[in-house]
């Protein structure tokens, strides 16, 4: 409608203050969005990197980074299981990295089978058996600063073991605050000292034509001293433990509600600053005989209008932000619908906003047309 | 049809509580015959533009009774007195109430969308009605752009977009100077001879007495005088 564009586009500075007011929103929603999915994404993602079925742990393990010991044997009791067609492990411990400068440094150590799946980042499975180096290592390359491995492969320690950095991976950033390391099952269990009876987690892939639910249960009767979750419990059980059992999580989580609530607050003020600014035209509409809808009509196009515009100018500038904030936090995440998310949250927003509006609009006494 | 296009019979309306009541009309009693002119004058606070604003059913009265061609408007809901605004009344303003964010055409335009919704042809139906008061060149100029003059010429036009037979007109003159003041009184004469409409005018102005058909004198919420005058 033709007076709603031109009601918003005629006082720039005001459309723009509302744009802005907006875009601010729409980046602190999308930003706020990108770290709570980035933490969530980085709480789960060794146990999503699997694409094993079931997954076998110590009793009460909380995530994937907190494990405990199982006795290696629950593997082969495992695998006598019907309808388990294979079985993987995998460990993860904090351990004790001495870099080539022989500076020393905490390190999280993943160790994993190479069978756990493509996305697993495993020695093994990448590169040829003839060139592998035994003790072969890979690190992320949001810790290449950390590792301090100026040329590769360099030789460094790990649990005052002999170790060799082969490569970086991408995409692997946790937020503990530590480097972290990936390597073979096998050698991660040299490093951490593991005795031949001891494992930590047990993966388990269910043959085709088998129920996981069924094989989970049977596998929960056969190992009644562990907990045997499909990947996707342990994978949620993992994210709720990071994001409402630790400070950190929380804090992230209240971060983001906030940010949708400021964001809520922002739009709701000036859309509905908008509205009062024209106020007097509104009242002079309904004394011309327009109609309530006519009238919410251009409120609610003038809102819609700028949502639009703000989330669009929003998204164009959180891209860049996201960019270097993925500098300083690695695990930073925008998935794909986030953005649509916020486009479509930020026009609910302004309807929502316009309705309150509206109301003053609707509401506002034609005879105050004749006050001059 | 009704000789009585508008009659308020014993309207009684008040503003406020307790000691800051205001009783803005007393039992007021007036009709309004079609093709005329009327002017309503008095002091300020007299209630002229209560009694106005009854008119064009933008207020109900605390007692007595509002009719607009027939209908009893006391009885209408906020919806049916909309309605009924759109279809037969005009109103035309002291400070011009144009929309800033239109051109002249466009506000023209609006009145004309208001009153029949949106036509392909409202444009050039704006446009006709501008050139009728002389407002053809300017009809894309904003309203910040024109006159005094020119924007209550474009008011009349938007007011009369849609051609309703009643026209209400708020101190039209005030805020002129002497030539675009007999201007509109001029405007708004001719609508009553050429163009068959009602106009009931509000103003200290007085000019108008030479334009009108009648003069009814507010004074403390009370008509206290009635002048018929024939209009020469």
């Not at chain 1, 950095?165 to 972290?180: A, C, D, K, M, N």
């Not at chain 1, 600014?277 to 251009?298: C, M, Q």
Request: aromatic share 8%; net charge neutral.
């Amino acid at each position: 409608m033709k007076l709603a564009w031109q009601n918003i586009s005629h006082d720039r500075a005001r459309f723009l203050t509302t744009v802005l007011g907006v875009s601010f929103a729409a980046f602190l929603m999308v930003f706020q969005g990108s770290l709570l999915a980035g933490f969530l994404q980085a709480a789960s993602r060794f146990i999503d990197a699997s694409d094993f079925d079931i997954w076998i742990t110590a009793r009460g393990v909380q995530a994937f980074e907190f494990g405990a010991t199982v006795e290696s044997r629950f593997r082969d009791l495992a695998a006598g299981v019907p309808g388990v067609t294979e079985t993987g492990r995998a460990c993860m411990a904090f351990s004790l990295y001495r870099k080539p400068s022989g500076k020393q440094q905490v390190v999280a150590l993943v160790g994993a089978d190479s069978n756990l799946g493509k996305d697993f980042p495993v020695p093994d499975h990448v590169e040829r058996v003839e060139d592998q180096s035994p003790d072969s290592i890979l690190y992320d390359a949001s810790d290449r600063g950390a590792i301090e491995a100026a040329t590769l492969p360099a030789a460094v320690e790990i649990n005052g073991r002999r170790a060799n950095i082969e490569r970086e991976v991408q995409g692997y950033g946790g937020f503990l605050g530590v480097p972290s390391l990936f390597t073979s099952y096998r050698n991660a269990a040299r490093y951490l000292g593991f005795g031949p009876d001891d494992g930590m987690y047990i993966l388990v892939r269910v043959a085709k034509g088998y129920a996981v639910a069924d094989v989970q249960q049977k596998l929960r009767e056969r190992l009644p001293e562990v907990d045997v979750l499909t990947r996707e419990e342990f994978a949620h059980k993992s994210r709720m433990y990071w994001v409402i059992k630790t400070g950190a999580g929380s804090a992230i989580l209240t971060a983001a509600v906030l940010g949708f609530l400021i964001g809520l607050v922002v739009v709701s003020q000036t859309i509905y600053a908008n509205t009062m600014e024209n106020i007097e035209e509104y009242a002079t509409l309904k004394a011309l005989g327009a109609s309530r809808t006519f009238v919410a009509r251009i409120v609610l196009i003038q809102s819609l209008i700028c949502a639009a515009a703000g989330s669009v100018l929003g998204l164009l500038t959180v891209v860049p932000a996201m960019k270097y904030a993925r500098i300083l936090i690695p695990w930073i995440h925008t998935p794909w619908y986030l953005p649509a998310m916020v486009v479509l949250a930020s026009l609910a927003m302004c309807s929502l906003a316009s309705v309150t509006s509206v109301r003053s609009a609707l509401t506002v006494d034609p005879g105050r047309v004749f006050r001059a | 049809m009704l000789d009585e296009l508008l009659a308020i019979k014993d309207a009684r309306i008040s503003f406020g509580k307790g000691n800051a009541q205001v009783h803005a009309l007393r039992g007021v009693s007036a009709s309004f015959r079609r093709c005329t002119l009327s002017l309503v004058t008095g002091p300020s606070g007299s209630g002229k533009t209560t009694l106005l604003s009854l008119l064009g059913c933008l207020l109900s009265p605390d007692e007595g009774k509002v009719f607009v061609d027939g209908a009893l408007v006391n009885s209408l809901s906020e919806n049916e007195k909309t309605d009924l605004r759109r279809r037969k009344i005009g109103f035309v303003f002291q400070a011009f109430r144009l929309l800033h964010s239109l051109s002249a055409i466009d506000n023209v335009a609006l009145g004309l969308e208001i009153r029949n919704g949106k036509q392909p042809d409202q444009i050039a139906a704006a446009r006709d009605l501008l050139g009728q008061f002389g407002l053809a060149e300017k009809a894309n100029h904003e309203p910040n752009d024109l006159s005094p003059g020119e924007k209550q010429r474009v008011a009349v036009a938007r007011a009369l977009a849609g051609n309703p037979s009643i026209l209400l007109a708020d101190e039209p003159t005030a805020s002129l100077d002497a030539a675009a003041g007999k201007n509109i009184c001029q405007i708004l004469r001719n609508q009553v001879e050429q163009n068959g409409k009602t106009v009931v005018v509000v103003s200290h102005d007085p000019r108008w007495q030479e334009y009108a058909d009648r003069t009814i004198v507010l004074g403390d919420g009370q008509i206290k005088q009635e002048e018929k005058v024939a209009y020469s």
